[in-house]
């Protein structure tokens, strides 16, 4: 992603290709907090893992009849279709926020090895 406000050694900031003569002064505002976030380099979903405590959650199998999953971080309950969340592009709980790390399918493994 880009950055839209510019800064020059002296210190002088502004949005890029608009000069402040264009920008009403209602938003002056607005764009200096843009400024300060875009100074931080970091993107919406990392600022997103600092806001809570940074832990990580992993959605395990709770219903395997259902396909019923749950997250570890906020006990919410979500039943897919079919497979799992990261086959179904869960890369965050849309619960809690929170990154799934990974996901826990203890009873499927335990049906593979009963195959064998
Ligand atoms: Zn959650």
């Not at 020059?8 to 002064?25: H, L, R, T």
């Not at 399918?105 to 335990?110: C, I, R, T, Y």
Request: charged content about 30%; hydrophobic content about 30%; aromatic content about 10%.
């Amino acid at each position: 992603m880009s950055k839209l406000i510019y800064r020059e050694p002296n210190g002088n900031w502004g949005v890029k290709g608009v000069s402040w003569a264009e920008i009403p002064d209602g938003l002056y505002g607005a764009l200096y907090k843009l400024k300060d976030y875009e100074e931080t380099g970091i993107s919406p979903a990392q600022v997103r893992t600092l806001t809570d405590d940074g832990s990580l959650v992993v959605w395990t199998r709770e219903d395997k009849e259902h396909n019923v999953w749950r997250c570890t971080g906020c006990g919410a309950l979500h039943r897919f279709e079919t497979d799992g969340p990261e086959e179904n592009g869960f890369n965050c709980c849309p619960y809690c926020g929170k990154i799934i790390e990974g996901t826990d399918e203890e009873d499927v493994l335990d049906e593979e090895a009963d195959e064998t």
